[in-house]
């Protein structure tokens, strides 16, 4: 195949909003000591990404003492969580530069009240997530939870104690966003599916390749970058449901130049430098190939969601270690990039519940996980050796990355990579809904902006 273009996250004009944050100004560095801060001379204000690899040190450093933590965007600090009344401890934390705070719910504690509700309340349309700042599981169920699955989960829920589990009720459908449109596609038995490019990637053999989610991966081998375009990657490894969402596509042609950034709309690019893990409270931003750039923030971690299966009308797709948020995205935005504004890749969209308009909650697979699992690196692949491979910062170093055993249907699905998607976008911070596959084709209206370029 001649030279093409090769695409990273479908392109639509940027919400305004979103898009003023990703100016070039904002990504300057803030950390510093701050005196003040918290009344504790200790305590610095940080960027999100080095809050959260502070998180990381302290976790290791404070043990069973550590209960979580989350970000204060409002000031710029790490808040740490901890269960002991030791002072080594607190001291500890407070010499790293985090505010220390007692909390009653160890971690363990929380995963155990997490597996509580897998054993009693795995129901198609719920979602249970750790909220460090509440310090206590945030249990959900989307609108088609009601009578006796709603009594049985509230009953669950009320067993854990009202100070371990709290239960909130969400208006949309917990779905994945997988959709019949524009963007990568791939034609299937009724129609023609699409989802949405994540990053570009280096497998583990030196070829270029790029994630998406593996529900995209699952539901078909091939992918092209226009509808009815040849397919120009196939799917190398995907995993959906079970432990994550997630999957390696490699690009047909060993050739393809796959740069490392996101088009983020509007003339405007985000160089993608790193993998890291999300933190609770950070700002984020959401690329996808209906609805363009969104932000909002990351308001759980680990989350299990338990999707209606698609396959069988009684069962129920469970995927787990998932980052949940308030970013708002619809059907054919799965697999878009979840991403800071210093470049750091976060996560793959997974699904959720609601749209761009009405807002609710949305899901996303972990890339430090994805990263481990599949064996790949961020940075541009070229020529098959692999030329990006050195650009992955750190991607090893991420809580949590083996976690995920990285097993699935490796033989299925597949996606590809795109070159231009439209869509505009409906406003900001809201929440998904889902889609299943549209024959129609229908999604979202091409406004002629252009996705991620590198010579393919």
Same mark, same amino acid.
């Given at each position: ?37 918290g009344g504790t001379a200790d305590v610095k204000t940080l960027k999100a990404t080095d809050a959260s690899d502070l998180a990381g040190r302290l ?14 965007? @409002? ?62 599981? /945030? ?27 709290? /239960? ?5 459908? *917990?779905?994945? *966003? ?22 570009? =990637? ?7 390749? *790029? ?27 995907? %995993? ?29 690019? =985000? ?18 190939? %209906? ?7 990351? %308001? ?38 979840? *991403? ?7 996560? /793959? ?24 699992? %599949? ?46 998607? @439209? ?34």
């Open positions: 195949m001649p030279k093409r273009k090769a695409a990273i996250a479908v392109g639509g004009v940027a919400a305004l909003g979103a898009a003023a944050l990703l100016l070039p100004n904002a990504n300057a560095s803030q950390d510093k000591d701050n005196a003040t801060a976790q290791k450093i404070l043990g069973d003492a550590f209960a979580g933590s989350y970000y204060d965007s @409002g000031r710029q600090q790490l808040v740490v969580n901890v269960v002991s009344g030791d002072n080594n401890v607190v001291v500890q934390a407070k010499k790293a530069g985090a505010v220390v705070r007692q909390v009653d719910n160890s971690t363990a504690e929380l995963q155990a009240a997490a597996r509580t509700l897998k054993a009693r309340a795995t129901i198609p349309g719920t979602s249970w997530a750790v909220d460090p700042r509440t310090d206590k599981v /945030l249990v959900t169920a989307d609108s088609t939870v009601t009578g006796a699955k709603w009594d049985r989960l509230q009953s669950a829920v009320r067993g854990l104690g009202s100070g371990t589990a709290t /239960l909130k009720k969400s208006s949309g459908t *917990f779905k994945t *966003f997988v959709s019949g449109g524009d963007a990568i596609f791939s034609q299937v038995q009724g129609g023609s599916v699409r989802c949405s490019l994540g990053f570009n =990637v280096t497998a583990s053999d030196g070829s270029p390749a *790029f994630l998406t989610a593996g529900h995209c991966g699952v539901a078909a081998k091939q992918w092209s970058d226009s509808a009815t375009g040849q397919p120009i990657a196939t799917v190398d490894q995907a %995993t959906f449901p079970g432990e994550g969402d997630f999957s390696l596509v490699k690009y047909d042609d060993p050739n393809t130049q796959a740069p490392s950034e996101v088009n983020a709309g509007n003339g405007q690019t =985000v160089q993608i430098k790193q993998a890291a893990d999300a933190t609770v409270g950070e700002t984020v931003f959401r690329m996808g190939s %209906t609805t363009g750039l969104h932000d909002g923030q990351v %308001t759980g971690l680990d989350a299990t969601v338990n999707f209606q299966s698609e396959t069988d009308p009684n069962g129920v797709d469970t995927v787990t270690g998932l980052i949940q948020t308030n970013v708002c995205a619809e059907a054919g935005d799965s697999g878009g990039s979840l *991403f800071t504004q210093d470049g750091s890749a976060l996560g /793959l969209t997974s699904g959720g519940s609601g749209d761009c308009t009405n807002g609710g909650e949305t899901f996303f697979q972990p890339v430090t996980t994805a990263l481990q699992a %599949t064996g790949a690196t961020l940075g541009d692949g070229g020529g098959g050796g692999g030329n990006g491979a050195g650009d992955q910062a750190g991607a090893g170093d991420q809580a949590g990355a083996g976690d995920q055993s990285g097993a699935g249907a490796g033989d299925q699905a597949g996606a590809g990579d795109q070159a231009g998607a @439209g869509g505009h976008q409906a406003g900001a911070g809201g929440d998904q809904i889902g889609g299943g596959a549209d024959p129609s084709g229908a999604g979202a209206a091409d406004d002629g902006s252009s996705s991620l370029t590198g010579s393919h």
